[in-house]
């Protein structure tokens, strides 16, 4: 059975600071691996997809990378601003089913 | 472009009482997914159908949820009858393929 965690749980940082978030998952036969960010009160925006056959996915300030023999993936958020302030999800499809496994998600703050 | 649409956003009931939750997906998307959010048990997929053919139901909790997709633009999720521990929040998510779209979620309470 396919467990996503993710760490840290919470984390709180100054603006302009570049940015780690973790992501680990116990089975390595994923198809792809997702990084969404939800805001309070709102569903989840799709931020970053990898495939299983890629390594990385890059969208602005943001590049997400994919591990798949470790069983990880980190989203690199590059200059942190306030308005990254949201949750931060990882989800793994498993085989060729579009089944979403999420992991518990990293709450980020940036002050100004 | 409209995107999936949830109604409503706030439910709050009686325990016991029948709650039925709606979804209208993305026109053009073939899959839709019905996700429950609770702070102890984070985000869980509890039904999803593949061109109006429920495929996987296996998060859905017990027999008192059930789910419908009569056609290709819209979905129910009802629960009945409603427990206090049903209280969470409910998304409804659609797809072409990846990634999933979400709607804001119905925020549901029971007392």
């Known amino acids: 059975k396919q467990e996503v965690t993710q760490i840290p749980a919470a984390l709180s940082v100054p603006e302009g600071e570049n940015l780690v978030l973790n992501c680990s998952f116990t089975?390595?036969?994923?198809?792809?691996l997702q990084w969404f960010r939800q805001d309070p009160g709102k569903g989840l925006t799709s931020l970053l997809l990898?495939?299983?056959?890629?390594r990385e996915q890059t969208s602005g300030r943001l590049n997400a990378s994919l591990d798949k023999s470790s069983g990880r993936s980190t989203l690199y958020i590059a200059a942190s601003q306030p308005g990254d302030s949201a949750t931060y999800l990882c989800?793994?499809?498993?085989?060729?089913?579009?089944?979403?496994?999420f992991g518990t998600g990293t709450r980020l703050q940036v002050f100004p | 472009d409209a995107g999936v649409i949830q109604s409503p956003r706030h439910e709050v009931t009686e325990m016991g009482q029948e709650v039925t939750l709606r979804c209208k997906p993305i026109?053009?998307?073939?899959?839709l997914f019905w996700y429950r959010q609770t702070m102890m048990r984070g985000l869980e997929l509890l039904i999803y159908?593949?061109?109006?053919?429920?495929?996987?139901d296996s998060g859905m909790p017990e027999d008192r949820f059930s789910a419908k997709m009569p056609n290709a633009s819209f979905s129910t999720l009802k629960i009945q009858p409603s427990e206090p521990r049903d209280s969470a929040v409910y998304f409804c998510?659609?797809?072409?393929?990846?990634?999933?779209?979400f709607g804001d979620g119905t925020r549901l309470s029971i007392l």
């Open positions: 089975d390595s036969a994923i198809y792809n």
């Open positions: 990898i495939q299983s056959s890629q």
């Open positions: 989800a793994a499809t498993g085989g060729y089913t579009d089944k979403l496994i």
């Open positions: 998510a659609s797809s072409l393929g990846q990634p999933q779209h």
């Open positions: 159908f593949n061109n109006n053919v429920p495929i996987d």
């Open positions: 026109s053009g998307h073939n899959s």
